[in-house]
């Protein structure tokens, strides 16, 4: 399978596992008190338990399309561009994201683990704390991996 298709496939999930767990954290740190009326009313009031497994198999998903089918050509052709062109910051930046990837693959069991059903109240504000950490890996990869996308894509 071609690299730009792997690519393409990759953001595909990544879109979707940004848009899940958007709304999830959503919902967990601005529920609905009153009607859901608004656009953004409706936003706030989806069951954020309905994510759960979504979110995770998202994630895996994303993260192995990105680390096995992706990253050898990433290492291969753009980051050597990158840092004959010395710059460094995004290399940086990109490397940063890898260990953060890595980190919520290590929290998703305990994601899972709160997140189970029956919910128990006494862990709400842990259900909320792990979806924020989650949510801010999701979209600083995503932006990360868009931008450095942008400055040097596959096959230029």
């Not at 608004?38 to 994510?51: K, Q």
């Not at 259900?127 to 801010?136: D, H, Q």
């Amino acid at each position: 399978m071609s690299t730009t298709l792997l690519l393409i496939v990759h953001g595909l999930l990544a879109v979707a596992l940004l848009g899940a767990v958007t709304h999830q954290a959503i919902s967990v740190w601005f529920p609905l008190r009153a009607s859901a009326g608004s656009f953004v009313g409706r936003m706030r009031a989806v069951s954020a338990a309905s994510y759960v497994n979504a979110i995770i198999i998202l994630y895996v998903t994303t993260a192995i399309v990105g680390g096995v089918f992706i990253y050898p050509e990433y290492r291969l052709s753009v980051r050597i561009v990158l840092e004959q062109m010395r710059l460094r910051v995004p290399v940086g930046i990109f490397d940063l994201k890898e260990h953060f990837v890595t980190v919520g693959l290590g929290i998703l069991p305990a994601y899972w683990y709160f997140w189970r059903q029956p919910l128990v109240n006494n862990h709400t504000r842990t259900r909320a704390v792990l979806t924020a950490v989650l949510a801010f890996i999701v979209w600083w990869s995503f932006l990360v991996g868009h931008i450095l996308n942008n400055m040097r894509g596959f096959g230029l």
